[in-house]
Structures are given as C-alpha cells and as structure tokens.
C-alpha cells in the first residue's frame, strides 16, 4: 500500500459541473480554460484537511466524461493540455496529490476508432478494438453491426481489452498523463467490469514509471481483495461502509455498521491490512445531507468517516450540508456548478460543517491511530458506537453518540486511569461511565 494514500484525507470534485461546462461538447469549438476555475478550490481543499484530489474525468468526451472521445487531451470545455498542467502543478505547490480517473472499460460513440468502424466498416484496422462488435446484425443506433454497452448502455461502447493494440494505447495514453502531466495516480472507473490482467499490466507499468502511484477502483459489490491486492490495485471503494454511515444513522440502528466494521476491519476482518476508500457522498449519489432526518446528523457521520479504519473522502459541496438528489436518468443534480465564495459567504445550507470536518482531518493527522491502527469494537447500541484503533501500543478510543440526547456510556474496557478528550478538550475517568454529547463524540488517547 502506497505510504502517503494510507495517510490522506481526498477532496473529491467533478470537473465537467462544477466548472460550469456545456452538457455535451461541440468538438468543433475551442478550448476554454474552465479548469482554471477550480484553483482557488485548491486552497479551500487544504483549509478541509485535504492532501489528495480525485479529480475527473478530464479527458475529452461526448457528455458526461465516461463516455471517452480521445484519451490524450483534456476536454476541450475545461481547457487544452496546458490547463491541466497548469492545474496539476498548483495543486502540488500546495501539498496535494492528484488522483484522475481512468475510465478503460468503454468509451464513447465519437471514440476516434469507434468513428473509424463506423466510416468503413469490415475493412477498419480497429473493427477488433470493441467488445462483440459483429456485423451480422445491427446496434439500437442503427450501425450496420453490433456490439457491447456498459451495463446496456449503448452510448458507451465496451473496449476489447484482450486486444494488445488496445492495451498499448491505454498504457501509453497513461504514461503521458504521468509524466507530461505530474499526476499521482488513478482511480479506475466501473472496476469490476475492467479485465483483471490488464489491471495487472496496468498497475506493473504505471509502478515502474512512478513507484508510489496509487492506484485504486470503483468497486460497488464482491470481495474487494480480488480487485485490490499486491498484483492489481492498492484499494477499492468501501461501498458497504457508505450504505451503513447513512442508514445506521437514520434508521437509529448503529448495529449495522459496527457489522460492517467488524466484518472489514475487526478481528479476523477481511480487510484488516486493506485501507478502502471511505465516503459518505460521491458524483453517482444523492448528498449524504438529503439522506438523513436531521442535519445534526452529519457531524457524528463524519467523526465515524474520520475515525473508522480507511482513507476518507469529502465530496466538493457536501462540506456545506447541500441537499442535491439525482433524478430519474439525471445526475446532474448532484454534479452542480458552485460559487466557493458564495458557499463561504452565507449559502451554505450547514455552515458549521466545514470548520468541523477541518477539525476532524487535523485530529486524524495528529493521531496515527486513526490512520493506521487496528479496530476493535468496545460496545454498540441504537444510537451509540464504540471502538479503538490500536497502533505500537497506543490506544485511541472513539465514543459516538448519534442520539440528540447526551448518553452515558460504561466502558469496562477502558479500565482504571485518565483518559485525554482529544476531540473536546478535558479528560474522563476509564472507571467511571463517560458522558458522549449529543449528535457527537469522543475521542480518547490513554
């Protein structure tokens, strides 16, 4: 596992809405540096804590980003190529990584060698470039051939990774994004669809260009050690944390996810040396913020994103509390164009949020517990969770109350002694039942 993924906090932003861009690209158009827009958000993301940005998809495309057109330039509504190095390089002046998605399950209809089937057909040198693609029949647009969409989606034509032209014109598509651009790593969108050797191909080559690139996958059910271990990636999204933050939350029933975290991370855990990529909200869901009953519940959700074993993630706007929810066939909703300044200065639905989650990611930089150690669980109720993360010795105990009441709480296990609230200031008696304030929590060092 990459050292310095292990320990950051990400700042997650989709470009293509936040930047304002047209909803599909004019292909004849010239390049306006919209990106350029998102470096005072560069300075925001620090204010939160952040280290790392996941920033994408980038590269031009038809619609939305997924739906490739040219893996080698930056999409045409967010700049040119110089944009994007201009964008990665200040980004690094400030002590953040950028992390881009790589979308190599499919690409677009205007995918330059899609386009090249389309114009001639079987005498095409690309025609074995695409998924089932035959031409004994005909695709829902009328193509004289057919040929595979992601999950049915026919705007989005499946690449042959079996197909060694293929394969290299990725790999060397991502040897550019490295080197011509700086970045320090890749999340792979649609995971476990993509074919496992050419993760593996991917991850040796992108390793011996850049030896601490991390590379990790959108991976919403299944085993996660199939797609992240030491040949293929370094983790994968915990999509089953993300459903248990919310509920658990919501339905007061904190037993499902101290299930999840015990299942994950507890003793014989499946993933006790695997830190996934842990969120509450992303650019595929509805804000955590219209998930819940209450807004008071976000501030004891995020102390749990911030304690519990993994690498958190903050998805730009959800910092503010915002509401958005996807509808039907539309996830523009939750893709805005946002004003930082307006956010700052007063529209921000949860203004107290950000400064929280700023306090909550330097507390988890201060304490190495909460980045790399151990978990195990002291006790659970409906509405109360607690556990501690356990590094060389140290302990730190992690008391949530979700409940808008004070709770207290006896912990046996925190034994005889004082132990210092680094969350609140002061200290608690292990002997005695602690007090958790309501909708918060504690964080206690021995």
Not at 86 to 97: E, I, P, S, T, Y
Not at 310 to 315: A, L, R
Not at 438 to 443: A, C, D, I, T
């Amino acid at each position: 596992m990459i050292d310095w993924a292990r320990d950051a906090v990400f700042y997650h932003i989709y470009p293509l809405g936040r930047c304002g861009a047209p909803a599909r690209n004019d292909f004849g158009a010239p390049p306006v540096d919209r990106l350029d827009t998102l470096i005072p958000w560069l300075d925001h993301a620090r204010a939160l804590g952040a280290t790392a940005l996941y920033v994408g998809p980038l590269f031009e495309s038809t619609a939305h980003g997924y739906d490739t057109a040219d893996y080698w330039h930056l999409d045409r509504r967010l700049g040119t190529d110089g944009t994007l190095a201009r964008f990665v390089a200040a980004a690094h002046d400030r002590g953040l990584r950028v992390v881009l998605d790589g979308v190599f399950n499919h690409v677009g209809r205007d995918f330059w060698a899609f386009r090249d089937v389309q114009a001639k057909g079987q005498s095409s040198e690309f025609r074995d470039w695409f998924a089932g693609l035959s031409f004994d029949g005909r695709s829902p647009y009328g193509d004289p051939f057919s040929y595979e969409g992601w999950a049915g989606h026919f705007d989005l034509v499946r690449l042959n990774l079996a197909n060694a032209d293929v394969r290299n014109h990725l790999l060397a598509a991502v040897r550019s994004w490295i080197v011509d651009f700086g970045i320090d790593g890749l999340r792979l969108d649609a995971a476990d669809v993509v074919d496992l050797d050419f993760q593996r191909e991917l991850a040796a080559w992108c390793r011996s260009i850049e030896p601490d690139f991390f590379l990790f996958g959108e991976v919403v059910h299944g085993d996660y050690r199939r797609w992240a271990n030491p040949e293929t990636l370094d983790a994968t999204t915990n999509y089953e944390a993300f459903k248990g933050l919310y509920s658990s939350l919501k339905d007061r029933n904190c037993f499902e996810i101290a299930y999840s975290l015990n299942r994950q991370f507890g003793s014989g855990g499946l993933y006790r040396d695997l830190p996934l990529y842990n969120f509450a909200d992303n650019h595929d869901q509805d804000r955590v913020a219209s998930r819940l009953p209450e807004s008071r519940l976000l501030y004891p959700l995020h102390l749990l994103l911030f304690t519990m074993p993994g690498i958190p993630s903050i998805y730009y706007g959800s910092e503010w509390g915002l509401r958005d929810a996807r509808r039907p066939g539309d996830d523009g909703p939750v893709r805005p164009a946002l004003d930082l300044r307006e956010m700052r200065d007063g529209a921000a639905p949860e203004p107290d949020l950000a400064p929280t989650i700023a306090r909550l990611s330097r507390l988890r930089r201060e304490i190495p517990g909460l980045r790399r150690g151990g978990y195990r669980q002291l006790f659970v109720a409906a509405e109360q969770l607690g556990f501690v993360r356990e590094l060389d010795g140290a302990r730190v105990a992690v008391l949530l109350n979700t409940s808008s009441a004070p709770a207290r709480v006896s912990v046996p296990e925190l034994g005889a002694g004082t132990w210092r609230d680094a969350l609140n200031g002061g200290t608690v008696d292990g002997s005695a039942p602690v007090e958790i304030p309501p909708s918060w929590g504690r964080v206690l060092i021995a």
